[in-house]
């Protein structure tokens, strides 16, 4: 199984990317996938994550109203939408997978599948 991260870049604060996961080896089709990010010199941290019918979504609050997290699965694909950037928002985005559909639980160590991680960079 792998998941292939990609979409990082440099934006100007105010900006958008949209970074996309794709699933290789297996389908998460009923599953739960999320986003997390690691900014430098701190800890990982769950950004958001979406249901496997992709009708449940949850959002770390530093980020509501900012960025969508969706899914596409005929692709095996989730996105991570990200309007109005900030610099605070700086870090390796990493896309995750679980095989059970909690999507709003936040500890890394219950997902099952990473991705290699994409670099995000906010310029003030």
């Known amino acids: 199984v792998q998941l292939q991260a990609c979409g990082g870049g440099l934006v100007q604060a105010g900006g958008s990317l949209r970074l996309s996961c794709a699933a290789s080896g297996r389908t998460f089709s009923s599953y739960a996938r999320a986003w997390f990010r690691q900014a430098p010199g701190k800890e990982r941290e769950f950004v958001a994550g979406?249901?496997?019918?992709?009708?449940?979504?949850f959002y770390v609050d530093s980020v509501k109203d900012r960025f969508t997290i969706s899914r596409d699965s005929a692709k095996n694909t989730v996105y991570l939408q990200m309007n109005s950037l900030k610099p605070e928002d700086t870090a390796v985005y990493y896309c995750a997978a679980r095989t059970d559909n909690y999507y709003y639980h936040q500890e890394g160590s219950e997902y099952d599948y990473w991705g290699q991680g994409t670099l995000v960079t906010v310029s003030s």
């Open positions: 979406i249901s496997g019918s992709g009708g449940g979504k």
